[in-house]
């Protein structure tokens, strides 16, 4: 069976899906529209604007909110330092990062990590009053 044709002006499927593994892959180091465009064999402004059509953003802005998403799990389930979570996540030093995860999500990292903490401990609360009301176990499928 033949692959869908890409709408013009866009990435092609396998294109697309090339290019989010490869940016997804290597989200902790630096990542240039140039080398995303030559991993596709499209010249960097073609590339750009086909995965703005394709994706919605532009490939930066895309990047970035991968980055964001990255950092959010990772504050969320480790220990780990804003520092080294911004390292891990690519982004060129702390400042940087909670700059832009204070723009995009409207609080600051520590800020967001004290309400998940916070969210957490009253679900567990939950869980446990539950628990205790029913005498009996309750499977979390969220842990």
Not at 72 to 95: H, M, P, R, W, Y
Not at 102 to 130: F, K
Not at 134 to 141: A, D, E, H, L, M
Request: charged share 20%; hydrophobic share 40%.
């Amino acid at each position: 069976m033949a692959q869908p044709a890409a709408a013009p002006g866009t990435l092609c499927p396998q294109r697309e899906k090339r290019v989010r593994q490869l940016i997804l892959a290597n989200l902790s180091g630096p990542l240039e529209v140039t080398e995303l465009a030559r991993a596709c064999d499209l010249s960097r402004s073609h590339f750009s604007r086909a995965f703005k059509r394709t994706i919605g953003v532009a490939p930066q802005e895309w990047i970035r909110q991968q980055r964001i998403k990255q950092a959010k799990v990772l504050i969320s389930i480790t220990a780990l330092s804003l520092t080294q979570i911004s390292q891990e996540c690519g982004f060129c030093d702390q400042a940087h990062f909670c700059h832009l995860f204070s723009r995009s999500e409207g609080i600051n990292p520590m800020t967001w990590r004290r309400l998940q903490l916070r969210y957490r401990d009253h679900l567990r609360a939950v869980q446990r009053a539950i628990v205790n009301c029913n005498g009996t176990v309750i499977k979390n499928s969220a842990s």
